[in-house]
């Protein structure tokens, strides 16, 4: 069982950044081992993909953020990050972490970004 534990959203204005966390726990060895990816869900909208790191440190982003958001991972510190800036307001919405590992897929509880006009 992996727990993992979303930090750092909050109320930015547009235009603003922020960086999102997530610390994973649980019988591993170390973070890069798993697949991990950080997803959204706007109110009345479906789960979208934000960024994505593989296993072998491959990097996928959607549409929506490319070029405004880095995902990366501090392994000493079992740690997931979401760096985004230029924020729009149409970046709110819950994020959410998510690990892939041994077959099991995992979720965070979620962090609530609010971008405002």
């Known amino acids: 069982q992996v727990h993992l534990v979303e930090s750092g959203g909050g109320l930015v204005q547009a235009g603003g950044s922020l960086r999102l966390s997530c610390t994973a726990s649980?019988?591993?060895?170390?973070?890069?081992?798993?697949?991990m990816g950080w997803y959204r869900q706007a109110l009345g909208k479906q789960r979208e993909l934000v960024a994505s790191?593989?296993?072998?440190?491959?990097?996928n982003y959607g549409d929506s953020v490319k070029g405004r958001s880095t995902i990366s991972r501090d392994n000493a510190k079992h740690t997931l990050l979401l760096q985004m800036s230029s924020l729009k307001p149409e970046d709110t919405a819950v994020y959410y972490c998510?690990?892939?590992?041994?077959?099991?897929?995992?979720w965070g509880q979620g962090t609530q970004v609010t971008v405002s006009s």
């Open positions: 790191v593989s296993r072998g440190g491959g990097t």
């Open positions: 998510r690990s892939d590992t041994n077959g099991q897929t995992y």
């Open positions: 649980g019988p591993f060895f170390t973070i890069n081992l798993m697949a």
